[in-house]
Structures are given as structure tokens and as C-alpha cells.
């Protein structure tokens, strides 16, 4: 037993025994490019309104729609084909998007309304300058509007990741 003992002193706890570090490194990289789109329409009424002391502004606008509008946005033309070509210069860059389609049909029925009275309190007194009477000014607006907006993202994203493992080989 005492032997054995010396022997497993000799082989592992030795000054002498050899060790020696090696590592492992494992590297990986690679890119992609995305592409993205988005296609958004709006439609409803808006009314504004400012003006001077001494004057009465009322706006309102109503959009009343038969049945049968509508507000389509499609990736695809009627066989499926859609594309897009990105062209980048040092002055900037275009995109040729084929293939995206927007249909809106908005028919308007009846109450539909867009309305503004401006009207001045009597009571007041003018405020003249220079000989002008500047105590009546006003502004307003009653409309219905709609947009439609397509937004195309294209970019690259690149990654490098590297992973190093280091163990210890004996004798």
C-alpha cells in the first residue's frame, strides 16, 4: 500500500509530472440581408379652428360612407409576381417595388358634412390699427382626407462570434 501510494506522489504530484494547457477556438461569422415593407392607408375628417378674441368659430365634418367602400393593400399582382430592386449610389439609393397595390374605394353617402361658421360678438369694441380692424380674425377648416403610405426597409446585418475553450492535459 505504501507503494502504491508513492507511486499515484510520483505520477500526479510530482514537480515533475508534465502538464501542459492547450485551448480550442471555434469561429463562426456569416451575414444576411433583410428586407421588409409595410403598407398603410388612412382615411376620417379633420376640423380646425383659430381666431381672435370677440370671435366665435365653430367647425364640425362628418364622413358618412355607403356600404360597398373599401381599402385594399396587396403584396403581389394577379399572378403572385411582386419585386424589388435596389439601386445605391454615393448620392443615394431608389428602390423599383413592383407588385404592391393599393385599391381604395371610398364612396360618400348621405350626412356626409363639412361645415365652418365664424361669427363676431357685436359687443366688442374694434381694435383699429394703422386703419385696419384687427379685431375680427379667423380661420377655420372642416375636411375628410386619405393617405396611403409605403414604407420599403432593405439592409444587411452581418455577426462574428468566436468561442475559446482551454483545459489542461496531463502526462
Known sequence: MKYLFFFFFLLFLSPSA?????????????????????????????????????????????????????????????????????????????????????????????GTLFRVAITKDESQEPVVTQGVDDSIKAEGTANAFHTSTITVNKGDEAFFNTFTQNYLDGL
Open 18 to 110: 508534465s502538464l501542459s494547457q492547450n485551448s480550442q477556438t471555434k469561429t463562426n461569422y456569416g451575414s444576411k440581408q433583410i428586407f421588409s415593407y409595410s403598407v398603410q392607408s388612412t382615411y376620417g375628417v379633420q376640423s380646425a379652428s383659430t381666431s381672435s378674441p370677440g370671435v366665435k368659430v365653430e367647425t364640425e365634418a362628418v364622413l358618412k360612407l355607403k356600404d360597398g367602400s373599401f381599402v385594399t393593400n396587396k403584396f403581389g399582382d394577379d399572378n403572385g409576381n411582386a419585386s424589388a430592386v435596389f439601386t445605391v449610389s454615393p448620392n443615394g439609393s431608389t428602390v423599383d417595388l413592383r407588385g404592391v397595390t393599393g385599391q381604395n374605394q371610398l364612396l360618400i353617402d348621405d
